[in-house]
C-alpha cells in the first residue's frame, strides 16, 4: 500500500538571532531528521515529552511551518515547500485539531462561523446550504445542532474540542493531524473525545497523526506508535510490539509510567522507571546517543556514535546500540562514522 504520507530526514531548525545586527548564534534543533510514513486509514500515534519536537513535527507536516530540511510527500507529491496558492488544496486534505479548545476558538465568533470557516477560505459551497452542513457536522460530533448560534463560553472543554473537530472536517480532510488533543480536558472527558476521534475514523476513513505526551492516550487508538526524544524518532513499531516488547530504553521508561491493568501480561515490565536528569537543550543536544544523559545503559559508544533507526524486528525500528527485549536479535554493527 502506498503511504498517505511519507517524511524523509525531516527537518526544522530555528534560527536564534543575537545583538544590534541580528547574527544568527546557534539553532533550536527542534526537529532533527524524521523519517516515517503513514499509511491511509491508520492512526500513527507520535508520543515524546514537551519539547521533544512532535508538535512541532505535526506543524510541518499540516505546513503550517515550512522545513529547514528534508521531503514531505502527501499522495506522492513533495509539499515541503510549497507556497501559499500551492497549499490550497492541500488545505482541503489536511487538517489539524489543536490541544487548547479554549484558544483555538474565537470567543467573538458564534459555533456556525467557526465551523463554517473552512468553506469561506477554500470558497467551498457545500450541498445543501452552509447552515444545513454546520448542522450535520454538529450532530456528528455529537452537539446539539440547533446551538450554532452559540459562542464558544456557553460550551464546557470536551463541547468545544468537539467544535474544534467540527471545524477540522468541515473540508472532508484525508489526514487529520490531532496535537495532544485531550490533554486540556478533564481525565473523565477525555476518553469520549478519543472515542468520538475513533468513532469518526472508521466512518469516514479518516487517517490520523495523534500527538501525545504520555501512552496511555494513544493506547487504544493507535496502530503504530513513535516515539520522539530531542527531535529525533528512537522506535517506532506497531502498537502491540511496542506495548509487550518495547526495544528502546526511553520507550521502556515512558512505559513504565502507564499503568497495567493485567499485571499478569507476560513480557511487560512492571517496574516504574525514574528517568534521572532533564531532557538536554534542543540547541546543542548531546553527541552520540542523545538520551545518553539519562540512560541507565549508556556505554562510551553510545557517547560517541549516534545510533541510527534500524529495522530490528519486522515492523520495530529502533535507535539503539543496546536495545532492550533483543534476545535473540543480532544488532548490526555501527557502521564508522564519516
Ligand atoms: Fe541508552 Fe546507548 Fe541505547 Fe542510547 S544507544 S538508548 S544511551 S543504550
Ligand atoms: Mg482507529
Redesign the pocket.
Known sequence: MEPLLKVTGLQKHFPIRKGLLQRQTGAVKAVDGLDFEVYPGETLGVVGESGCGKSTMGRLITRLLEPTGGKIEFQGTDISHLGVSGMRPLRRDVQMIFQDPYGSLNPRHTVGSIVSAPFKLQGVEPEGGVKKEVQRLLSLVGLNPEHYNRYPHEFSGGQRQRIGIARALALKPKLVVADEPVSALDVSIQAQVVNLLDDLQDELGLTYVFIAHDLSVVRHVSDRIAVMYLGKI?ELADRKSLYESPM???TRALMSAVPIPDPRRKGVKSERILLQGDVPSPIAPPP??R??TR?W???D??RTQE?PLLELRPGQRV?????ENAEGLTIPEPRESV
Do not use: I
Not at 319 to 323: E, G, K, T
Open positions: 528512537v528502546h530504553p526511553y552520540g546517543c538520551f545518553h540512560c545503559k549508556a556505554t559508544l553510545c545510533p535507535a539503539c546500540h543496546h536495545p
